[in-house]
């Protein structure tokens, strides 16, 4: 009986430290995964994919404590030239039909200054896997005026190379830059 007591109790007080996490949900057509890679060495092209969703799971309203989950639907890449779309959705690039996802998982999250972090976590593309650091910003939250309900704002910066996920291999630097910057911005809206 001493023991339930005392295990009870150990539950208790645990259990008044420990914050549940709230789910929060990008809101589509306020969030936007892009791209730019640079096409001859001489000018940018820029593209998104339009079809994504993300989930952000915070205790703290500061989102100090923030794990993030993505997947994008490789089909649903736009550069606003469906010629070009078209043959990036082919073997060459991302071939959809084998990989028809983008996915990303965050597991490490260090703050740098106020806002900002730098994320870390497993982006897998083509069927690679690496981690990544990225810079991610919190730009803040409010009660969306429309639909009342709080809504947080992130924007994500950072570098990646396609070779590292054998993206494109038979188009070299020099027609298609090995880096690509991307650049995500979202709003989430709290569950």
Known sequence: MKKIAIISSALIVLTAFTTPSVSWQNDDPHTQLGFTVTHLGISDISGAFRDIDVTVKSAKPDFSDASFELVAQTASIDTRVEARDKHLRSADFFNVEKYPTITFSSNSLKKVSKNNYKV???????????????????????ENPMSKKQTAGFQLTGVIKRSDFNIGAGFPAAMISDEVRINANGEFVRQ
Not at 120 to 134: A, D, E, P
């Open 120 to 142: 870390s976590g497993n982006l897998t593309m083509s069927g690679v896997t690496k981690r990544v650091t990225m810079d991610l910003r919190y730009k803040g939250q409010v």
